[in-house]
């Protein structure tokens, strides 16, 4: 019986890493990723997709080695996300927006309802998080007071990422530049990288505009457009990395920018991977940036 057991374990390991190595493994014979969190994903009231991911640990920015790396990615230090969370599996999409928000910022408005939501700035990203735990009774997760906004990270409502959050959930416990593999095309010229088109609408693929979302293959948890598309507004203000491990970071206390991840529809290859760091001023809107949420289950 325990030479059975052991075989029988030897077997799943085998299928989970040829899975890892197989692109599109993880989803479903519909083409929907499987549920690989601990437990189901949830569709909430705006039909936004929430995934469950596992609490663990992971090596947050890139290591010296990484082709298109920058200097603010580094260094590498392990995080610990010990939140039960779950997080949109695709960018708020313009949909959504409206139902939420009734109005229609965005500049490449005839792309669709289906297309990510932009020309938002951080603040409107905060407003809509709110306005969304309103609308399903949930407890806000933000105190705004003109331009001082303040987080309740005990909150069960909607809210933006942290800067650690959002890269946990793109590299989905992968250690490659992008979920797919590493990213090869990394000089000033925009150019064709094979593994960010499998993943990501960026400057070679995108025809300079937005693109509906869940159109390409998600990551290894079911999560769509980490790269691409719209860089996504998270909560942390701006500043270098700490080399100290950390446990759920919140990010820096101030700052003049907050930070953006995940590249868009006119960057290059090496500016959409799951370590590339990008800020603004919370005010600025652009047709760029858009943003996910997350929040507690």
Request: aromatic share 10%.
């Amino acid at each position: 019986m325990r030479g059975r057991f052991r075989l029988s374990a030897v077997v799943v390991l085998m299928i989970l890493v040829g899975c890892l190595l197989t692109p599109g493994c993880g989803k479903s014979k519909s083409g929907a990723p499987s549920e690989l969190g601990p437990g189901p994903s949830r569709t909430n009231s705006i039909g936004d997709r929430m995934i469950p991911f596992p609490s663990t640990s992971f090596l947050m920015g890139s290591p010296e080695n990484e082709g298109g790396r920058k200097g603010d990615e580094g260094p590498q230090h392990r995080v610990t996300i010990r939140r039960n969370l779950m997080m949109g599996s695709t960018e708020i999409t313009q949909g959504q927006w409206k139902r939420v928000m009734s109005d229609a910022p965005s500049q490449f408005s005839s792309c669709g309802e289906n297309c990510p939501v932009e020309n938002v700035s951080w603040f409107d990203a905060i407003d809509f998080c709110n306005k969304l735990s309103d609308l399903e009774k949930l407890g806000r997760c933000y105190t705004v007071e003109g331009e001082k906004v303040s987080w309740d990270p005990r909150c069960m409502g909607y809210r933006l990422p942290t800067e650690a959050e959002w890269e946990y959930a793109a590299r989905a416990m992968s250690t490659t530049a992008v979920a797919s593999g590493p990213v090869y095309s990394v000089g000033d010229q925009c150019a064709e990288d094979m593994k960010v088109s499998l993943m990501g609408w960026y400057c070679e693929s995108s025809n300079k505009q937005t693109h509906p979302v869940a159109k390409l293959q998600a990551n290894f948890w079911g999560m769509y457009d980490m790269y691409g598309n719209v860089s996504e507004w998270v909560w942390d203000w701006y500043a270098e990395y700490q080399a100290a491990a950390a446990v759920d970071p919140p990010g820096p206390a101030s700052g003049a920018k907050r930070v953006v991840r995940g590249g868009n529809w006119s960057d290059l290859p090496r500016d959409c991977r799951s370590a590339a760091r990008a800020a603004f001023p919370p005010g600025d809107r652009k047709s760029t940036v858009g943003f996910r949420v997350i929040r507690m289950w």
